[in-house]
């Protein structure tokens, strides 16, 4: 880089790139107009929640946009990963990743089941099927897989070891609204897969999720399950939660989905700005879609890795003096945080493809809030963040110091 433009980046005494800062997470909004028109709907029925028309309606066109028999909507995806795993009999030990949300984990351990964390696959963030083989034990009840960042895991290769074990599979497809495996829209794979409606996802109702399975038994004991275990008026038949969505949140669920043709096109501009301008950057990955399949484009992410001079962390330091409010997600992983850091203090040496992603990866804004030209310039601060390396190095050391 010419030394006229290190003065650039604010981390060397540059003016931040962008005056209000720049989130990973900020929500997509449908029409307005369609939401207020829902909401005074609502209002007008005075049918807030529990089966309402709005929430059956989000179902349904879940459903069909799924290809899937069933989708069962629910207050939240960690929510819909409890009745989903307890449905199917999870209980003892369960075989997930670490490198996730910890919600993923948290699902089974408020229902006292241990996660059992399984490494990634060399070269993906996704749990190695072979990992599987290796950590089932005969206390081993089920697979919680997990579709990050809206790539598919090797479902194939889960299946066939979950079927040569016997053990069912539910896959925590929070990031994975709108894309596909092989052709197939992921939300058919395995008993169960579960989706997120969160502000900061794809398509988000505020808080929401839903559970996709082609089981008819399954769906008809989600039902029950979501709703205190109520099979009648009067009559339960199982144990139950609230896990009910109400009729506003679908009423925001179903709006987004209207748009979600326009929020995917957004982030596959977005997404092609990044990896215009991040080609070449040393030692900096962007962690590619597979443009075959369907994909929402939902999360930009990068590893950063020894080739370009810096750390994740220093890297994220110039970006955060440039307002790019960038994310360690999942950082420091699961098994790094309580209570899965007492019960296994070890964890890590089972997991160096988890710590060694968990140590590189940097989740950059998108969305439909961040324009195109926002995007090509957190690409550019990248490269001359990578450029400007022993100066930001240099800043970063002294900056510590001082502290
Ligand atoms: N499984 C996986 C793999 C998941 O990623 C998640 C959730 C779950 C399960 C559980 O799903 P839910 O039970 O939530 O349905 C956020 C979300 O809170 C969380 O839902 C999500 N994953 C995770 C990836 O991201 P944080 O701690 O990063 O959230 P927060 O509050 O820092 O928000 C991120 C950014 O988004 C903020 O800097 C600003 C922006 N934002 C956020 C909200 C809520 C807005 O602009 N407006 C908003 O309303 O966890």
């Given at each position: 880089m010419s030394a006229v433009l290190k003065p650039r980046l604010a981390a060397l005494g540059g003016t931040p790139a962008f005056p209000r800062a720049l989130h990973v997470g900020t929500p997509n909004l449908g029409d307005q107009a369609r939401f207020l028109s829902r909401m005074a709907q609502i209002l007008e029925r005075r049918c807030l929640t529990n089966a309402g028309p709005l929430v059956a309606e989000f179902e349904e066109r879940l459903a069909d946009f799924l290809g899937v028999k069933h989708c069962v909507a629910m207050s939240n995806a960690t929510v819909a990963l409890e009745i989903a795993t307890q449905s199917l009999g999870f209980c003892d030990e369960v075989i997930t990743p670490s490198m996730t949300f910890v919600a993923t984990a948290h699902a089974l351990q408020w229902q006292q089941i241990t996660p059992i964390f399984g490494d990634i696959a060399p070269g993906t963030h996704h749990l190695d099927p072979g990992q599987i083989a290796r950590l089932a034990t005969p206390r081993t009840t089920g697979i919680l897989a997990v579709n990050l960042w809206g790539r598919a895991c090797d479902l194939d290769g889960i299946a066939r070891i979950a079927a040569a074990r016997g053990l069912p599979v539910v896959y925590d497809s929070s990031h994975a609204f709108g894309c596909s495996y092989r052709g197939t829209m992921i939300g058919s794979f395995g008993e169960a897969e579960v989706f997120s409606?969160?502000?900061?996802?794809?398509?988000?109702?505020?808080?929401?999720?839903?559970?996709?399975?082609?089981?008819?038994?399954?769906?008809?004991?989600?039902?029950?399950?979501?709703?205190?275990?109520?099979?009648?008026?009067?009559?339960?038949?199982?144990?139950?939660?609230?896990?009910?969505?109400?009729?506003?949140?679908?009423?925001?669920?179903?709006?987004?989905?209207?748009?979600?043709?326009?929020?995917?096109?957004?982030?596959?501009?977005?997404?092609?700005?990044?990896?215009?301008?991040?080609?070449?950057?040393?030692?900096?990955?962007?962690?590619?879609?597979?443009?075959?399949?369907?994909?929402?484009?939902?999360?930009?992410?990068?590893?950063?890795?020894?080739?370009?001079?810096?750390?994740?962390?220093?890297?994220?330091?110039?970006?955060?003096?440039?307002?790019?409010?960038?994310?360690?997600?999942?950082?420091?992983?699961?098994?790094?945080?309580?209570?899965?850091?007492?019960?296994?203090?070890?964890?890590?040496?089972?997991?160096?493809?988890?710590?060694?992603?968990?140590?590189?990866?940097?989740?950059?804004?998108?969305?439909?809030?961040?324009?195109?030209?926002?995007?090509?310039?957190?690409?550019?601060?990248?490269?001359?963040?990578?450029?400007?390396?022993?100066?930001?190095?240099?800043r970063t050391r002294a900056s510590q110091r001082d502290r």
């Open positions: 409606f969160h502000a900061t996802k794809f398509i988000n109702s505020f808080e929401g999720g839903a559970v996709a399975t082609n089981r008819d038994d399954l769906a008809e004991k989600l039902r029950l399950m979501k709703n205190f275990g109520f099979a009648g008026r009067d009559r339960v038949d199982h144990v139950g939660i609230n896990g009910k969505m109400s009729e506003a949140h679908a009423a925001m669920g179903l709006t987004n989905l209207e748009s979600i043709h326009e929020f995917i096109a957004h982030n596959r501009d977005n997404y092609h700005a990044y990896r215009a301008g991040l080609r070449g950057v040393p030692g900096i990955r962007l962690v590619e879609y597979d443009e075959s399949e369907r994909c929402n484009f939902q999360y930009i992410v990068i590893e950063v890795d020894a080739g370009s001079g810096l750390t994740r962390d220093e890297l994220l330091s110039v970006l955060e003096a440039e307002n790019v409010d960038a994310r360690r997600y999942f950082y420091p992983g699961c098994h790094r945080m309580e209570p899965y850091r007492s019960y296994f203090p070890n964890a890590g040496m089972l997991l160096p493809n988890t710590e060694s992603a968990l140590e590189r990866v940097l989740a950059l804004p998108t969305g439909t809030a961040l324009r195109l030209e926002q995007a090509q310039r957190i690409a550019e601060l990248v490269r001359l963040a990578v450029e400007a390396a022993p100066a930001v190095r240099l």
